[in-house]
């Protein structure tokens, strides 16, 4: 029998109709490091004092894992049970906050710096109890964080790639030219995207990228003899 990939049921949070008024835009500026440091290190600890598990993904977990690189915005991973108790988090440090889309963004803005509370990302995939458990404690400009790990990170890089966004093949290829990756972990992460895992880390050995040959033949396995999509 072909073993299929199980992709989690489409999960949403309960929409209140909590928006802000059109004349707020919910959209970073370009502020300085100094304040994006600062603000970044207040969305965490809100999260941290309500003790909400979240890693870091986006430029922040990019610039941590693989190249550095700066970002004007904060991508925050978190369950989607948590994620209404992260937005009041985040309020009650000060942020003015959004409910973006009850499927998968929420957002909240302090002088100008964007916190995106995203839980769920393309390909179906959700911060679960395997990925929480994995969560890299890391640091970034003086602040202490969590990120996601370097395998998850790699995998939503590989699937949201796209032509108006080269960046996350770069970063992927950063991330696996500078992480030792847990390559059997990586493949049960691939299965929600395995052709753009395979096409990725194909790419990244025809640039000279260290990537062992084991994990592209088993990828090309699981796709055109198993037949995950």
Request: charged share 30%; net charge negative; with cysteine.
């Given at each position: 029998?072909?073993?299929?990939?199980?992709?989690?049921?489409?999960q949403?949070v309960?929409?209140?109709?909590?928006?802000?008024?059109?004349?707020?835009?919910?959209e970073?500026?370009?502020?300085?490091?100094?304040?994006?440091?600062r603000?970044?290190?207040?969305?965490?600890?809100?999260?941290?004092?309500?003790?909400?598990?979240?890693?870091?993904?986006?430029?922040v977990?990019?610039?941590v894992?693989?190249?550095?690189?700066w970002?004007?915005?904060?991508?925050?991973?978190v369950?989607p049970?948590?994620?209404?108790?992260?937005?009041?988090?985040?309020?009650?440090?000060?942020?003015?906050?959004?409910?973006?889309?009850?499927?998968w963004?929420f957002?909240?803005?302090?002088?100008?710096?964007?916190?995106?509370?995203?839980?769920?990302?393309?390909?179906?995939?959700?911060?679960?109890d395997?990925?929480?458990?994995?969560?890299?404690?890391?640091?970034?400009q003086?602040?202490?964080?969590?990120?996601?790990?370097?395998?998850?990170?790699?995998?939503?890089?590989a699937?949201?790639h796209?032509?108006?966004t080269?960046?996350?093949w770069s970063d992927?290829i950063?991330?696996?030219a500078?992480?030792?990756?847990?390559?059997?972990?990586?493949?049960?992460?691939?299965?929600?995207?395995?052709?753009?895992?395979?096409?990725?880390l194909?790419?990244?050995?025809?640039?000279?990228?260290?990537?062992?040959?084991?994990?592209?033949?088993?990828?090309?396995?699981?796709?055109?003899?198993?037949g995950?999509s």
């Amino acid at each position: 029998m072909k073993e299929q990939a199980v992709r989690a049921p489409l999960q949403t949070v309960e929409f209140d109709g909590n928006v802000p008024s059109p004349a707020r835009s919910f959209e970073g500026e370009t502020v300085s490091e100094e304040t994006f440091v600062r603000v970044l290190g207040e969305a965490i600890g809100a999260l941290e004092r309500a003790e909400i598990p979240y890693g870091m993904l986006g430029g922040v977990a990019s610039a941590v894992l693989g190249r550095p690189r700066w970002t004007h915005d904060a991508d925050v991973f978190v369950r989607p049970v948590d994620a209404p108790a992260a937005l009041e988090a985040l309020e009650r440090a000060g942020f003015e906050t959004q409910r973006t889309n009850p499927h998968w963004l929420f957002k909240g803005i302090k002088d100008g710096v964007l916190v995106d509370v995203l839980f769920r990302a393309r390909g179906d995939i959700y911060l679960d109890d395997e990925m929480i458990e994995r969560l890299v404690e890391s640091d970034f400009q003086g602040v202490p964080l969590k990120t996601i790990p370097a395998e998850d990170l790699l995998v939503i890089k590989a699937i949201i790639h796209d032509e108006e966004t080269p960046r996350h093949w770069s970063d992927a290829i950063a991330i696996l030219a500078s992480r030792d990756l847990d390559w059997e972990y990586l493949l049960r992460r691939a299965r929600c995207g395995p052709r753009r895992v395979f096409s990725l880390l194909l790419y990244a050995q025809s640039s000279d990228v260290a990537v062992p040959d084991e994990p592209i033949k088993r990828l090309f396995h699981m796709i055109f003899e198993n037949g995950e999509s």
